[in-house]
């Protein structure tokens, strides 16, 4: 199989698979094409891969061929100006990765390794086709590293930040395991919201309301306009999730100031996991930022057993608020031996630099001498 999702039958369920996180269900990614925000207008030609079996869907990798590096959080620009350099085209390149989120993921969804093994020799068999030179996979979990690195994709680090719930039973239990000093700081945080007569109200996917994804946008889009860009996402993305809250289970938390929403904070959640993802307000308070999009995530983590918090890549900020380092990595293949090869240096160069930098950020977290980091 090789389509778009609109083309895959849904309502009748014709498929074994099953994702281990909101973004791979395919009523996602299918809300992604149907409102263009992940089209070939920006950049985006789904090209989906997965095998088919007695007319059910058994396997499926979600792939796209890309015009741009626009969305990934992965920057390959300098590969790109590389390669064009040589007199060759580094555009369109092969993707495999969830639009616009650097979420962890199966990215290869199958219940068996040959399966899996049968989708990536797809892959590549449709690099020679097409004479594509380099395909990219964005922040594999690590079943998916494992079947990468056997296929010798060159392994790329980056690093990220989240969230570990050691069974804590409240959110001072949690305040626990920091020192003395980081505790009284986190709470002066969380008093300062509370001081402004800001409050939060959580609400479930079986809550949502399509006027509540209304609200929601004003405030998601306005982050993106106050830096002078467009939202990665339409409205219409967000109009079609409303219609599918129970199957990907989004999770808003407004902040209200005199019983008027200010802001909000969009996650998503998992089996185990919590994914934050957007956010906006229409208020500049100190803090609010902290309370909306972390110590709210993390109350609902401990409340609801969730064991992990994934606010997404990057932001040495929130190591201070009790997110863990730790290296998350993205998997390349190239067509061509000679720009391979050079890739692989520039990794083997740029991921020693990245543990030097995790291992340094481990040093640095504001735990006491007797909490050990996951």
Same mark, same amino acid.
């Given at each position: 199989?090789?389509?778009?999702?609109?083309?895959? +039958?849904?309502?009748?369920?014709?498929?074994?698979?099953?994702?281990?996180?909101?973004?791979?269900?395919?009523? $996602?990614?299918? /809300?992604?094409?149907?409102?263009?925000?992940?089209? #070939?207008?920006?950049?985006? !030609? &789904?090209?989906?891969?997965?095998?088919?079996?007695?007319?059910?869907?058994?396997?499926?990798?979600?792939?796209?061929?890309?015009?741009?590096?626009?969305?990934?959080?992965? %920057?390959?620009? @300098?590969? /790109?100006?590389?390669?064009?350099? /040589?007199?060759?085209?580094?555009?369109?390149?092969?993707?495999?990765?969830? &639009?616009?989120?650097?979420?962890?993921?199966?990215?290869?969804?199958?219940?068996?390794?040959?399966?899996?093994?049968?989708?990536?020799?797809?892959?590549?068999?449709?690099?020679?086709?097409?004479?594509?030179?380099?395909?990219?996979?964005?922040?594999?979990?690590?079943?998916?590293?494992?079947?990468?690195?056997?296929?010798?994709?060159? #392994?790329?680090?980056?690093?990220?930040?989240?969230?570990?719930? +050691?069974?804590?039973?409240?959110? +001072?239990?949690?305040l626990s395991i920091f020192t003395s000093r980081q505790r009284a700081t986190i709470?002066?945080?969380?008093?300062?919201?509370?001081?402004?007569?800001?409050?939060?109200?959580?609400?479930?996917?079986?809550?949502?309301?399509?006027?509540?994804?209304?609200? %929601?946008?004003?405030?998601? @889009?306005?982050? $993106? $306009?106050?830096?002078?860009?467009?939202?990665?996402?339409?409205? #219409?993305?967000?109009?079609?999730?409303?219609?599918?809250?129970?199957?990907?289970?989004?999770?808003?938390?407004?902040?209200?100031?005199?019983?008027? &929403? =200010?802001?909000?904070?969009?996650? %998503?959640?998992?089996?185990?996991?919590?994914?934050?993802?957007?956010?906006?307000?229409?208020?500049?308070?100190?803090?609010?930022?902290?309370?909306?999009?972390?110590? @709210?995530?993390?109350?609902?983590? =401990?409340?609801?057993?969730?064991?992990?918090? +994934?606010?997404?890549?990057?932001?040495?900020?929130?190591?201070?608020?009790?997110?863990?380092?730790? !290296?998350?990595?993205?998997?390349?293949?190239?067509?061509?031996?000679? %720009?391979?090869?050079? =890739?692989?240096?520039?990794?083997?160069?740029?991921?020693? @630099?990245?543990?030097?930098?995790?291992?340094?950020?481990?040093?640095?977290? &504001?735990?006491?001498?007797?909490?050990? =980091?996951?």
């Open positions: 199989m090789q389509s778009k999702i609109i083309r895959i +039958d849904l309502s009748k369920k014709n498929y074994s698979i099953e994702a281990n996180n909101p973004f791979e269900n395919l009523t $996602y990614l299918r /809300a992604m094409e149907e409102s263009n925000s992940a089209s #070939e207008e920006s950049g985006w !030609i &789904p090209d989906h891969l997965g095998e088919i079996n007695g007319g059910a869907l058994i396997s499926f990798m979600p792939l796209y061929k890309k015009l741009n590096s626009y969305g990934e959080f992965i %920057f390959d620009h @300098q590969w /790109a100006n590389a390669l064009l350099r /040589a007199g060759r085209n580094y555009y369109p390149k092969l993707l495999t990765a969830i &639009p616009f989120t650097p979420c962890e993921g199966d990215r290869i969804l199958a219940k068996t390794k040959s399966e899996r093994l049968r989708l990536i020799d797809a892959g590549i068999n449709k690099m020679e086709t097409e004479e594509i030179e380099s395909w990219h996979i964005l922040f594999p979990n690590r079943l998916g590293c494992k079947v990468l690195r056997e296929r010798n994709f060159v #392994e790329r680090f980056n690093y990220r930040f989240t969230w570990i719930n +050691d069974n804590f039973q409240n959110f +001072d239990d949690f709470r002066k945080e969380r008093k300062s919201i509370d001081n402004k007569g800001v409050e939060f109200k959580c609400k479930k996917y079986n809550e949502i309301t399509p006027e509540d994804w209304n609200l %929601f946008y004003l405030f998601y @889009q306005k982050t $993106y $306009y106050d830096r002078a860009q467009n939202p990665y996402l339409n409205k #219409e993305f967000f109009e079609l999730i409303s219609t599918v809250n129970q199957l990907v289970k989004p999770i808003i938390f407004f902040a209200k100031l005199d019983n008027k &929403p =200010i802001g909000a904070s969009l996650c %998503f959640e998992g089996k185990n996991t919590l994914y934050g993802r957007h956010w906006g307000t229409t208020e500049r308070i100190k803090n609010l930022h902290f309370e909306c999009c972390y110590y @709210q995530g993390i109350e609902y983590c =401990i409340k609801n057993n969730l064991k992990y918090f +994934d606010p997404g890549v990057q932001g040495e900020h929130k190591i201070r608020r009790g997110f863990q380092p730790h !290296i998350s990595s993205s998997f390349h293949y190239f067509l061509k031996e000679d %720009f391979g090869k050079a =890739i692989e240096k520039f990794c083997e160069s740029e991921n020693a @630099q990245i543990k030097n930098y995790v291992e340094a950020c481990i040093s640095y977290t &504001p735990f006491n001498k007797d909490y050990k =980091i996951k």
